[in-house]
């Protein structure tokens, strides 16, 4: 799917839809929608809850990769698994009005942009219960205007309600703003998240990643598999199969990983793929 506007696929008013397996290629931004567009992917409306967006690939984006938007109401519950965002001028994930999102399995590449970002339009929209885990950010918020390739609640808005994950993400190369960035005062659980030499991310206010060269299996083709030892070495193991959130409940990793491998065991693999 390519070049519609203001998306190539618009979705409103309907739940549980699953999108998978597609190819999203080459958002235009028309004249009729100069102050928009360019979007993959736009979920919008209340309700489009317990959407599953799987297995897609989004490349060559010049707005959002995907927007989920619940324009004067509350989204909830969906699912962003095992996808490939590759090229976007702005964000790769744009949430607005979204709660209980889970995103993990991904790979964001060339994101000028955040590459996961959620805000409230109101403080009753405000994110809360955001699990975000096991992606990669490989050169993301290289953009002059972007912080964080991670960011929940924006300068400006209502902040954020708290009760969020992040854990066993693996950042490359990025801008040299925070890896992640929580505005607000709400609970945070942040475990296991590494730069690509293996140093720990430990707090919302991380130390930006460097820059230093990881190698891929076929980084044009969509494999971003580290092929050097020094990077399979550093992020081996050293993910954690499941955390606590700050509400108390238990979020486990998946069985396998963006390729299909299995994982298992007390320890797991930073990012989306198993080593």
Known sequence: MRRGSPANVYIANVSDVVVEGSRFEDSVISEQYRLGGGIHLYLSNEPVDRATVRCNRFERSVGMSIHTNGDGGLIEGNLYEYNVFQS??????????????????????????SAVTAWGSEAEFAPRDFVVHNNLFLRTTTGSSSPSPIQIGTEGSPGDDGNHSIFNNLFVGNGQGNDVT?????????????????????????PGSTATE????????GDFRFADEVHRAAVRGAGVPDVQTPAGERV?????????????????????YEY
């Open 182 to 206: 929580v505005r607000g005062e709400g609970a945070l659980t942040i475990e296991r998240n590494l730069d690509e030499l293996g140093a720990a991310v430990t707090t919302a206010q991380a």
């Open 214 to 221: 990881a190698s891929f299996v076929d980084a044009p083709g």
């Open 88 to 113: 976007s001028v702005g964000h790769a994930l744009h949430f607005q009005d979204a709660r209980n999102m889970v995103v993990r399995d991904n790979v964001f590449a060339d994101v000028e942009r």
């Open 252 to 272: 486990e990793v998946p069985g396998h990983d963006l390729v299909g491998a299995r994982r298992g065991g007390d320890a797991v693999s930073v990012g989306p």
